[in-house]
Each structure stands twice: as C-alpha cells, then as structure tokens.
C-alpha cells in the first residue's frame, strides 16, 4: 500500500461530504477528503454586507456559460464546509408525498426510489447532528416525525410573532422554521449564536452555525485515520481497464497533478460541479463521460423558482433574526388552484447596503433606508420539474455549460399571489388594513426572480433510481456503470419538491454511510467503540 491509498476518498466537504466523513469517521478506514477550496478566513468582514452582499467577496471566482454562450458569474461557495458555511440553515424535511409522484399545473413530479419511511431515521439522525431547533405538529403539511427536534423552535421577535398572530387570525397555519444555528436562549450568557442580522448568506464569525465545517469536518479530522487535503482541485477520475472500477483521482494542489486511489470513491462537489466532474472524465470506456450510459449525467438540473419579495409596512420591523416563521398552507394547493405551489418563509434582514445591490422598484415615499427599515422579506419556493434538456454539459476551454429554462411558474406566481392576498388580510392596531403599502419584488440581482447564477438549491443532475437507462446512481447512491463509485450532493435528487434541500442531503448521507459501513466490513462493535472513546475524549476536553 503506497501512501496515496486509501479505503475511502470523498471529494468535496458540503452537506453530503462533510456529513458523510462525519460518519465514516469513526469506522477506523483510511478515508482522505479532498476539497477544492480552503477554510473561509475569520475576519470582521465575515459579517459586512457590502463585502458579502455587494462585492461577492466570499463567491467563486470563476465564470460558467449560460445557453447562449454568455458568462454567468455563479453564486456558489468553495471552502471547506460548501455552501454550508454560507446558507441559512433553514433545515427541512421532504414532506412525504415528495418521495411518491405528484402531479403540478407544469407537469409530473417524479417518485423517488425510496420512501420517506427509508429516510426517516436518518432525518431523525441528521437534525439532532446539525442542532435543529424547531417545533413539531405545527407545519400542516410536515412529515411524521419519531422524536421530537433536538431544540426547541428559534422564538419569533415581535414583529414577526404579529405577524404569525395576524396570519393565524386569517385562518393560515404559521410555523416556526427549523433552523440550524447553536443558540440557547433559556441560557443566553452560555449561548454559542449570538442571534445577530448576518446569518443568512453570510459565514458565521464566531462558529455557531450548523454547518457542514464545524459541525462534521472538525469533528472528522480529529480521527487519525482521516486525512483532509484543502486547496486540492479534482480534475479527473479515471478507471481501470474494464471501465468498472475508478482506478485513480487526479487532483490539481500547488500547481501540480497528484493521484490518489480508493477501494472507494465518493464524489459530493455539489450538483452542478459532480456532473461536470464525471463529464470530463470521459474516457474510452465512457465515451459519454463517466458512468453515463445512459446520457443522463448532467440533466434535469433543478435549482428551484425563488423570488424574494419585501411587503412594506407603516409599522417598522427592526427584527435581527427573520427567518423563523414558515408558511405552508399552499405547498400542495388550495381550494381556487388544485396544483402544488411551495413554500412562504423569510430570507435574513435587508439593508439598505444590501438593496442598493439590486435594487427594488421603490415604494411611494419612501428611501431605499426607510424600506429596509419596514420591510418583512419573505423568501417564496417553488418546485420545478425535471427536465433532460435543463442540463450541465462542457463547453469551451473546459467552462460549464448550464442550460435552463424555468418551467411550472404558474404554480409560483399564484405563491405570489397567496402571499399578497394574506398580507391585505393583517390588521395591524395603528394602521389598520392600511399599514401595508404593497409587496415589492427585490431584484436580488437581475429581475425578480432569483436569475440562474443563483444556483444555490442546485440539484437534480446525476439522479438516483431503479432503471440503469433512466438514471445514473442505484438507490444506494453508487452508480449503476461503476462498481466503486457513489454521489452524495444535492446531485441525486429525482425531484426537487419546494423546501429547502440540505437537510435532506445530509440525512441520504447518513442513509449512504450506513451501506458503506456494511460495503466496508465495518463491524458495529468497532465503530460504537470508537464513537464511545470520541465521546469521552471530547468530554475530558
Ligand atoms: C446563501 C445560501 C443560503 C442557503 N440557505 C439554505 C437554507 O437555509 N437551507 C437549506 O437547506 N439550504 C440552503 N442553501 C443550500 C445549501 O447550502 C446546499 O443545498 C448544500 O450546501 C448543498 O450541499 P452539497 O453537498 O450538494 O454541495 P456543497 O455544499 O456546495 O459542497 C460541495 C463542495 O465540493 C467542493 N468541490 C466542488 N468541486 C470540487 C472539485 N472538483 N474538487 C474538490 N472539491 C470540489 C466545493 O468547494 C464544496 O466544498 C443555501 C445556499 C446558499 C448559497
Ligand atoms: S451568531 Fe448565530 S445568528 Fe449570527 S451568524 Fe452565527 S449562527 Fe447565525
């Protein structure tokens, strides 16, 4: 065995493959991560928004093609951790019938190859690791749940909790959001999360987030036998003879190629970056790209339809921590629209730095400062569909090629319209019905829905199923051409349902982790053994 071996190699640290090093951590295999990116530096500028919001300090700096051939400056994120560190921790689960098919005004939502019943435990899994403060049996579309969260729910600040009055009294069914952030309010003076106005899209200066980094990277290399490589490019995998087997992972560090091997190999570098991946390992034996007979990798790209849209209020609204109420009285339609519509919640807190970035139409009388200061800024979800022709492909000098065309949008702009309705519908004791001046569509960027460089819900683009000829991984996550080779990203997703993706990334990487432990001969004597002395140690610490 030659130093560059390994049992297992993942590439890529975000909530697939930071969770799943987290995991097999304590197996006692040699496990090396190798992620693209380095450690998002702590510094103050962590929590500026012109450094964040308007410079786009922390994004990737590279440049991807849209369809017509047109640069297209991603939204995305490459350090250890993925686009954890920068996310809102807004940690939901698939509601149930996502996993059966559903039929939507735009078409069908596929069934997955496994039920919500198969994830279940491992939500259970994911949601007590990631510290998940919610409340259950409020949300009435949520999922059967076997224990309750870890945490009780994030409380409302008083602008939003009139608000979840006012929606109450309407007849709607708000709920608070599980969310992700390590914050005790019975226990302020101890609390880790300091509940601050820079969580959402921002990295957290004083580790308190539930990320991917914090929460498994950290933990996983305090174990010897694993090995984490930052700053360590996967430009290709390439495969023995037969095709079967990924024989060797070449990695771009320092400004020279390495190889690195595995008895398996994990790919989780997000959904967009694995197809491309996989793509450019096209060899003799996958003409097509790796594991792609059946020319799927790379389509039914999903990212969902976004917006963000900001109702301006007479009534100030100086909440710090915004994301914590959730409506889903429309998610599977309503009594005047038979179709699923999605998901009603809150981005974090806008200001006036951060609107000046894309700037919205401007209500009657007002700055953009005094909007900020009155806003409620509801962030809307919608599913789309899974297309073959939505699709990441390779284009010139090797950029990617992302290639999409929104579809289901009516079932988005009656979100929209569900949401100004209930808006007219609050009452507020100063003002009346009037304290509400409109809803105004932030043009976070371009437009008001969030444009394509928005690729922060990317998934879709090597998915899972029964059927080798219509898609590329098993149900276990291995891929159907491949003997050693699994995805763990947002990358599986046969359907992209209408909340938001990472926790479910998180609990199939458990779920995957479990059939890898077996893959792997891992006795449960061991690994309990060594979680055991992980406990202890991290006790005496
Ligand atoms: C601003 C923002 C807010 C969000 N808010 C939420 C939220 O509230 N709730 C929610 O559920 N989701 C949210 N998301 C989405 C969530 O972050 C993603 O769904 C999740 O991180 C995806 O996990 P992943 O493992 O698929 O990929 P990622 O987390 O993107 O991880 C991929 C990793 O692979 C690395 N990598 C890529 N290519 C290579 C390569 N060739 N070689 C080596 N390494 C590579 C990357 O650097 C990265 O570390 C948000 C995202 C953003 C950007
Ligand atoms: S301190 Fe809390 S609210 Fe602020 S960024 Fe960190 S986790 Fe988020």
């Known amino acids: 065995m030659t130093d560059n071996r390994y049992d297992v190699i993942i590439i890529g640290t975000g909530a697939g493959g930071g969770t799943l090093a987290y995991h097999l951590a304590p197996s006692g295999r040699r496990i090396l991560i190798l992620e693209r990116g380095d450690y998002v530096p702590r510094e103050k500028a962590n929590w500026d928004p012109q450094v964040v919001n308007v410079d786009a300090h922390y994004n990737a700096k590279e440049s991807w093609l849209d369809k017509d051939g047109k640069d297209l400056h991603p939204h995305t994120n490459y350090y250890v951790g993925g686009n954890t560190k920068f996310y809102g921790a807004a940690l939901f689960r698939l509601r149930k019938e996502d996993f059966g098919e559903l039929r939507h005004h735009g078409g069908i939502s596929p069934a997955w190859p496994i039920s919500y019943d198969d994830l279940e435990p491992y939500y259970t899994q994911a949601e007590n690791l990631y510290q998940v403060h919610g409340n259950r049996g409020e949300d009435p579309t949520e999922p059967p749940a076997n224990s309750p969260y870890p945490w009780p729910a994030i409380s409302h600040e008083p602008r939003i909790q009139q608000l979840s009055d006012d929606f109450t009294h309407s007849g709607l069914k708000p709920f608070h959001v599980p969310v992700g952030v390590m ?32 929460v498994c990277i950290d933990e996983a290399i305090k174990h010897s036998n694993v090995t984490l490589l930052t700053n360590s490019l ?3 995998l390439e495969t023995d003879s037969s095709g079967r087997e990924v024989k060797s992972v070449v990695v771009e560090r320092d400004g020279s190629l390495e190889t690195y091997s595995a008895d398996v190999v994990v790919v989780s570098c997000g959904a967009i970056n694995s197809a491309a991946l996989l793509l450019r390992s096209a060899n003799d034996k996958h003409p097509r790209g790796l594991a792609n007979s059946s020319d799927i990798v790379g389509r039914h790209y999903m990212g969902h339809t976004n917006s963000v849209m900001m109702a301006i209020s007479k009534c100030p609204n100086p909440t710090i921590f915004q994301k914590t109420l959730g409506v889903n009285d429309f998610y599977f339609g309503s009594r005047d629209f038979e179709y699923p519509m999605g998901h009603i919640s809150f981005v974090g807190k806008l200001d006036a730095i951060t609107l000046k970035a894309g700037a919205p139409a401007i209500a009657p009388n007002f700055t953009l400062e005094l909007m900020a200061k009155h806003s409620l800024d509801f962030w809307l979800t919608s599913e789309d569909l899974p297309d073959p022709n939505n699709r990441v492909t390779i284009g010139r000098d090797g950029k990617i090629v992302l290639t999409y065309t929104p579809n289901n949008l009516e079932a988005h702009e009656r979100l929209q319209g569900k949401l100004k309705q209930a808006m007219k519908q609050t009452n507020c004791a100063v003002h009346g019905h009037e304290c509400h001046q409109g809803l105004f569509g932030r043009n976070l960027y371009v437009g008001q829905r969030i444009p394509l460089a928005g690729v922060a819900h990317q998934n879709g683009t090597i998915r899972f199923g029964h059927d080798p000829k219509t898609s590329v991984l098993d149900a276990n996550c291995k891929a159907h051409d491949v003997d050693n080779l699994y995805v763990v990203d947002g990358s599986f997703f046969p359907s992209s349902a209408a909340v938001n993706p990472a926790l479910t990334i998180m609990a199939n990487a458990l779920r995957v982790g479990d059939h890898l432990m077996k893959r792997l001969g891992v006795s449960e004597t061991t690994y309990e053994q060594n979680r055991q002395q992980d406990r202890e140690l991290a006790v005496s610490r």
């Open 234 to 236: 996967v430009k290709r």
């Open 183 to 214: 914050l005790d309010e019975k226990n302020p003076h101890k609390s880790r999360c300091i509940r601050c106005n820079t969580c959402d899209g921002f990295a957290c200066l004083v580790g308190a987030k539930s990320d991917a980094q914090v």
